[in-house]
Nanobody, 116 residues
Framework: QVQLVESGGGLVQAGGSLRLSCAASRSIFRINDMGWYRQGPGKQRELVASITRGGSTNYATSVKGRFTMSRDNAKNTVYLQMNSLKPEDTDVYYC??????????WGQGTQVTVSS
């Protein structure tokens, strides 16, 4: 099992930046797939970005060029650097880890609010 704790959310003006962190309770070195998702009221949870064990990343079209996901295996943490934020980026952001042979784990979420 792994517990995930997100932090770094908050209120920011449009055009601003935030960096989200997701700290894992155990080593993430062997966790192949980690991701950031977001969900707003009445909406389905959607993929924002993902990263493989080797560092390959994938982004939703809506955030390409603005968001960057990275991982620090030594700190058991993944990050989401969010630049040029827009009001439509307002959501609760969740961290996800897919552990082979164990399952999928989610953090509790962190609120991001972008004011216009």
């Amino acid at each position: 099992q792994v517990q995930l704790v997100e932090s770094g959310g908050g209120l920011v003006q449009a055009g601003g930046s935030l960096r989200l962190s997701c700290a894992a309770s155990r080593s993430i070195f062997r966790i192949n797939d980690m991701g950031w998702y977001r969900q707003g009221p009445g909406k389905q949870r959607e993929l924002v970005a993902s990263i493989t064990r080797g560092g390959s990343t994938n982004y939703a079209t809506s955030v390409k060029g603005r968001f960057t996901m990275s991982r620090d295996n030594a700190k058991n943490t993944v990050y989401l650097q969010m630049n040029s934020l827009k009001p439509e980026d307002t959501d609760v952001y969740y961290c996800k880890a897919m552990v082979t042979g164990s399952g999928v784990y989610w953090g509790q979420g962190t609120q991001v609010t972008v004011s216009s």
